[in-house]
């Protein structure tokens, strides 16, 4: 859950207006006040007013290691990828190869990949290994 917009910068701009500025992603969003400004910009990160994601999770799909796997993916890993306003969710797992979704301040931002194999893949093989999560692949919607 996300109290609080990380790695946002909310200021006034020389029009008088407020922008959010997600920092990593480089999103930006633009409003007539500093609340509506933050509230615009949990919006466009996908983050409902309760703090969670409305990004479904997909643990409820899967069975076995696919969902143990899920399962480290949303709590973790999410609450890890979280300090940039982002979450992670498996999309397939396939002979040890974990097919995983980047959302929130994650989707787009141009240190994605980076953030997948240096972040996620290494927990993952943390938690699981190298025999059992051979790689990852940024999937897609």
């Not at 029009?15 to 500025?21: F, I, Q, R, T, V």
């Not at 953030?115 to 699981?128: A, E, I």
Request: with cysteine; hydrophobic share 35%; charged share 25%.
């Amino acid at each position: 859950m996300i109290k609080d917009l990380f790695s946002v910068v909310i200021s006034k701009t020389s029009n008088g207006k407020w922008e959010a500025h997600h920092v990593p992603s480089g999103r930006r969003v633009q409003a007539d006040t500093m609340d509506q400004a933050q509230e615009t910009m949990k919006k466009e990160l996908g983050i409902k007013d309760d703090g969670t994601f409305d990004a479904p999770l997909t643990s409820v799909k899967f069975t076995g290691l696919a969902q143990v796997v899920a399962t480290f993916l949303e709590g973790p890993v999410s609450e890890s990828l979280a300090f940039h306003s982002g979450y992670a969710r498996l999309e397939r797992f396939d002979n040890g190869i974990a097919h995983v979704r980047l959302g929130g301040g994650c989707k787009g931002c141009p240190s994605s990949q980076i953030t997948l194999f240096n972040g996620v893949r290494d927990q993952l093989q943390g938690r699981f290994g190298e025999d059992v999560v051979k790689d990852v692949i940024l999937a897609t919607e």
